[in-house]
């Protein structure tokens, strides 16, 4: 049985895009791929063309990886096995490859991001050495009802959510939330500041409007200033759902229920596993 792992850059965006497609089409969410959102990916998240993977049994697509890179820390942005070549070994052979690509590179860690719910990725990432670092959650709803600018806000250039992050985020960040990926970020992505806290949102002419950062300088963390420029926000764009993709560190749920979100029902393991 001939296994081959061509990278993307060999095998083409637009057959890669549809084994990836096929590959999440029965997942807990189905999500669909196409050479412009992969070629998104490659500018947004540093996916590298070169080290991403299209799987090969006797000639056939069995599946797809795409690996993201920046600095000494690479990511696993994405994982999908063909429904007819599922618990075969598969998954656990394109891992091996990557792992050991990513040695072969440099490396010295690789992280990733599981659905909390896919027991069986779980388990296969588990068994690959990689170790959970936090629970990531999201959060959905409406605005609170009589949501009203409370402070005044200043909309700004989104690199400077990005600073922000870079300067007070959260240690060990999810790559989505990081600053090199929010850094990426332009319209009609809007970012807007209030005091000492910060935050950006996606395209407010689509609903929901997607959360895409938030931070708030240490010293004035606990006083609500986060949650009061959020609603804010939410007063200038009225009658929209918002939400937060489950991305988030748990700990930045008192949060979203001060601003009346309800935790979706995902979530995610964020995984780290050392390559050194």
Known sequence: MPIEFPSLAEFGLAPAAEVLTRGF???????????AILLGMVRQDSVDLAASRVCLVDGAPAGAALIARRGWTCRLAGMAV???????????????LLL????????????LEVIEQNAAAVQLYGGCGFRKVRRLIGAAGPAPAGAEEEIALQEI??????RAVDAHGLP??????????????????????????WVGISNPAVSPIGIRAVVTEPAARGQG??????RGVMARHPAK???????????MTPLFTELGLARTPLSQWQMRRPLD
Do not use: C, H, N
Not at 225 to 230: D, E, I, T
């Open 25 to 35: 089409a029965d997942y807990l969410m189905s999500i669909q791929f196409s050479p």
């Open 82 to 96: 063909m429904p007819g070549a599922r618990r075969q070994g598969v998954g656990r052979k394109i891992m091996a």
């Open 100 to 111: 050991a690509e990513a040695r072969a590179r440099g490396e010295r860690a690789m992280v």
């Open 157 to 162: 250039d989104p690199r400077e959510v990005a």
């Open 172 to 197: 060990d960040l999810p790559w989505q939330l990081s600053a090199e990926t929010l850094a990426q970020l332009g319209p009609p992505f809007l970012a807007y500041r209030g005091g000492p806290s």
């Open 225 to 230: 200033r986060a949650a009061a420029l959020v």
């Open 241 to 251: 759902e918002w939400r937060a993709s489950a991305i988030f560190p748990e700990e």
